[in-house]
């Protein structure tokens, strides 16, 4: 914290208790009968004055913030209301993207937040929610660094590609510039339980991709198109905010890196602890150092409990597989 905002806030909680002790005092002396009293009209003076504290204390960290950068972070697979659709009876499942875009327009509109960190703990996820974050991101009135702590691959590399800096760890895991879909195709579960499939639609492609009958090589062809369409998208999207170069983007094969070469391919600007990036965002506002202040949405019990619970199946090696897999409708995600 600046030595302006210290002080300047120092003052305000001394103006401020001072203030409270003297209307104790003029209570006192205002009501005769607590002047014979000693103890209670000490313990009046006492809690006027600690509360008046405590206000100017709120007060001053309004005044004078104690931070001058905000912080939003990306965890887990990420959705649009951050139901993971997993096993777990528990509420939350995934980084909601909803929540985040909030956040980080929160951030923008307050005052105090001179410049934005997006945290990415995150494999990647749907395609439209990772570019919601990635356009909030890109629109920050103010410097913007994408820091990969742990993983920033697929979704969470296209979320970076808005910022201004993309900062990884030496090894965090980076890239998987990529498009995937799945089905869990059951015909020969059907036919061995003696179930038939009988098909009634209007408009071809309406029930597909079923998942109780194989798929025909035209419709295996209209997926893959959807597939390649996203994938030039996100390709577009590194390519402009990145400032790669289209062929090297393709050429990584969807593959994943760890900090420190994709700091030597270009992946990233810079490697290296979280201090590092620190010390250039503090040199880019130009002030000795920063101060952090996270922005998240409140979370309930529930959603507490959901957390973690995800850590544990996370540590399972259960983490990811529980989102994409065992629906009836194919997922597609970055």
Known sequence: ???VRTLGRLLVVLVGAGLAAGIGIGL??????FTALGLLDT???TVVAV?????AGRLAGEIFPGYNVAEVEVDDVITRDGDGGGPLPVGGGAASADDIVDQIEKADEDGNAEALIVKLNTPGGAVVPSEDIRRAAEEFDGPTVAYAEDMAASGGYWIASGC?????????IVGSIGVVGSQLGRTGLAEKAGLDYRRFVAGEYKDSPSVWR??????VEYFQGLLDDWYD???E??????????EFVRDTEARIYIGEEAAENGLVDTCGPREEMEDRLAETLGVDGIEVETFEPDKGVTDRIGAGARSVARAFGAGVASVIVGDDVPRIRT
Not at 28 to 33: L, Q, S
Not at 51 to 55: C, K, P, S
């Open 51 to 55: 509360g008046g504290l405590v206000f």
């Open 233 to 235: 998208a996100f390709v």
């Open 164 to 172: 201004d800096e993309f900062h990884a760890r030496e090894a965090s």
């Open 214 to 219: 194989e798929l025909e090589d035209r419709e």
């Open 1 to 3: 914290m600046s030595t």
């Open 28 to 33: 006192v002396w205002a009501v005769p009968e």
């Open 43 to 45: 313990l009046l003076v």
């Open 237 to 246: 999207t590194v390519v402009d905010g990145r400032g790669l170069d289209e």
